[in-house]
């Protein structure tokens, strides 16, 4: 598994709905989230997951968040 204290909270998902992405691209909405949470990654996340919508884009869904993919592991501690 990883290398870190058991129950340590490495893992995250961000939802993100704003009308200023309306026009951007994937890409250019992930860069904007990463770099609003640059102090938080930096303190050593394993696995974030964003989801950054428009509000038109979430009302077209539902408004339901989808579910993260299962962690795999990995570490560079288990190679």
Do not use: Y
Not at 38 to 60: C, F, K, R
Not at 64 to 79: Q, T, V
Request: aromatic share 4%.
């Amino acid at each position: 598994m990883h290398s870190v204290p058991k129950n340590s909270e490495t893992h995250f998902k961000v939802v993100v709905v704003s009308d200023q992405f309306a026009g951007q691209g994937l890409v250019h909405r992930h860069r904007a989230i990463n770099q609003t949470l640059a102090d938080e990654l930096a303190a050593g996340v394993h696995a974030l997951s964003i989801e950054a919508l428009t509000p038109a884009q979430w009302e077209a869904r539902g408004g339901a968040i989808r579910p993260s993919p299962p962690c795999l592991g990995g570490s560079k501690a288990d190679r």
